[in-house]
C-alpha cells in the first residue's frame, strides 16, 4: 500500500474543522481552486511552458431579485523561474444597481525550499471602480425623493494593492493573502445622513493535496477560508475525484449556507471546463433556485515547451 504524506493532510483537516460559522463579504466563487490568481498574487505554477488564461461566470441565487453576478478574466505566465506576472479582471454586479469592477496586475517571485518544495511571495496593485446607479429605482416608501441618499448617482475609483504568500509542490498547495489592503468608503455622509459602504481588508486561507488512490483515480479535498473584521468567519470545504486525469467530480460546503456540486472536463490537452451548482441550505432558499458557476480554463504552450512528453496534470 501506497505511504501518504501525514502533514499535508492534517493541514486539510485542521483548516476544515475549525470553523463553525459563515457569512459572504467579497465575490465568493465555488470553483476557487482554479481561480485562485483572483485572491492571491502569489499563485504561482512555476512551469515556463505555458500561458495560462481563465474566465469564471457566476449567478448567484437565480429566482431573487437583485442577486449578484459575477464575471471574472485572468492571465498569468512565468516569465523565468523565479518570477510570474498576471493580470486579472473582476465585475461583480448587484441587481443592475450597483457595480463594482476590479483591476488588477500581479507580480510574484519563487523561492525554491525543497527538492520538491517551492515558496511564492506576490504583490497585487490595481484599482477598484465602483458605481451605483440609481436611476428607475424605486422605493417601497414612495421613491427615491423620499430618502436623500438615494437622490444622486455614485461613481468612484479607489486604488488598492495586496499581498499573498503560497507554497506548492506538485500534489499539495497552501496560501495566505489579502488581496485588498487599503480600506474605502464607498458611499459618504450626505446632508448629515450616514450611508457608507466601506471595504475592510479580507484575509483569505486555502489549502488541498492530491493522493493518488490508484494509477486512474486521484482524491483530492481542499477548502478555502475568509475572514474579514466584523463579521463571522467563512469556510468552504471541496472533496473532488479525479478519473484517468480527465474528468473531475466532487461536491463542497459552504458553512451554513449551501452544499454543492462540481464538475470538471479536460476537453483536450490545453482545454478545460468547468460547471458548479449551488444549492442554498438557509432560510434564503425558499426564495431562490441555487447559484450557477462556469469555468473555462485554456494553457497556451509558449517556445519554452518543447513537446514530446506527457505534462503532470494541472490539480490547481
Known sequence: MKNFNITPLLIVLIGMLSLSTVAQQDPQFTQYRYNQSILNPAYATANKSELNIGALYRTQWVGLEGAPRTASLFVHYPVSDRVEVGISFT??????????????????????????????????????????????FNL???????????????????PNVGL?????????????????????THLENENGIQSTGVQD???????????????DLKFQPSFLLKGVKGAPLSADLNANFLFNDTLEAGIGYRLDDSVSALVNFKVSPELKLGYAYDYTTTNLGNFNSGSHEIILLYN?????????????????
Open 164 to 184: 499573498g504568500g503560497f507554497y506548492f509542490t506538485d500534489k499539495f498547495y497552501v496560501g495566505l493573502s489579502a488581496p485588498n489592503l487599503l480600506t474605502t
Open 201 to 215: 481588508i479580507h484575509i483569505f486561507i486555502n489549502s488541498g493535496y492530491v493522493f493518488d488512490i490508484n494509477p
Open 300 to 316: 497556451i504552450k509558449t517556445k519554452y515547451w518543447r513537446g514530446g512528453y506527457d505534462r503532470s496534470p494541472r490539480f490547481f
Open 140 to 158: 417601497q416608501s414612495g421613491g427615491v425623493d423620499t430618502d436623500i441618499a438615494f437622490n444622486e448617482n455614485v461613481t468612484q475609483s479607489f
Open 91 to 136: 465585475n461583480d454586479d448587484i441587481g443592475n444597481v450597483v457595480t463594482e469592477n476590479n483591476i488588477y496586475a500581479d507580480v510574484a517571485y519563487i523561492i525554491p525550499v525543497s527538492e520538491t518544495g517551492k515558496l511564492s511571495l506576490g504583490i497585487k496593485a490595481g484599482l477598484t471602480l465602483f458605481d451605483a446607479n440609481f436611476n428607475g
